[in-house]
């Protein structure tokens, strides 16, 4: 594992982890600039604050069905 996905880690930033090794894996952030590549971590991790906050509230409503 490597520095920035350990950093990743340990500061609770799933999001932009998943995201950033789906760039590796794909060679994506070569062909990105720097502003681009941080834009397209920091919209994955608000898309993953905002996914479990909402199953979160979901499953706190306690739904019948």
Do not use: C
């Amino acid at each position: 594992m490597s520095t920035i996905e350990n950093q990743l880690t340990q500061l609770r930033l799933n999001g932009m982890h998943s995201s950033w090794k789906a760039m590796v894996e794909t060679r994506q952030h070569h062909e990105l600039s720097f502003g681009e590549g941080l834009e397209v971590l920091l919209q994955a991790e608000a898309e993953d604050r905002t996914h479990r906050r909402f199953e979160r509230l979901k499953k706190g409503a306690q739904f019948r069905y």
